[in-house]
Nanobody, 123 residues
């Protein structure tokens, strides 16, 4: 099982960034897929999740109206579109999977974590 997150980098406040997650080793449509983040000095928090077939999504209050999640099961890919980013969005972002629902932002009976990609929002 492998989840490879990419697309992080340095972005100015108010800018946009799109993170990608490439999945291998399991059938993506069997699970929800989510994005978590870990900011310096803080614990990990769930940011967004999308259901197995993409029919529903969940967003944390802190990113509602700014972030959007999507997935392409045929390509084994998931995305996190980040718009109007803020300095407080600075964190390492992880794509996760293994849960059948978004109750735990993509985690569940199995907990699959990618290696993370750094996002830094700064002018």
């Amino acid at each position: 099982v492998q989840l490879q997150a990419s697309g992080g980098g340095l972005v100015q406040p108010g800018g946009s960034l799109r993170l990608s997650c490439a999945v291998s080793g399991f059938t993506l449509e069997d699970f929800a897929i989510g994005w978590w983040r870990e900011a310096p000095g803080k614990g990990r928090e769930g940011v967004s999740c999308i259901s197995r077939r993409g029919g529903s999504a969940r967003l944390a209050e802190s990113v509602k109206g700014r972030f959007a999640i999507s997935r392409d099961n045929a390509q084994n890919l998931a995305y996190l579109q980040m718009n109007n980013v803020k300095p407080e969005d600075t964190a390492v972002y992880f794509c996760v999977s293994g849960g059948e629902t978004c109750d735990e932002y993509g985690l569940g009976d199995h907990n699959y974590w990618g290696q993370g990609t750094q996002v830094t929002v700064s002018s």
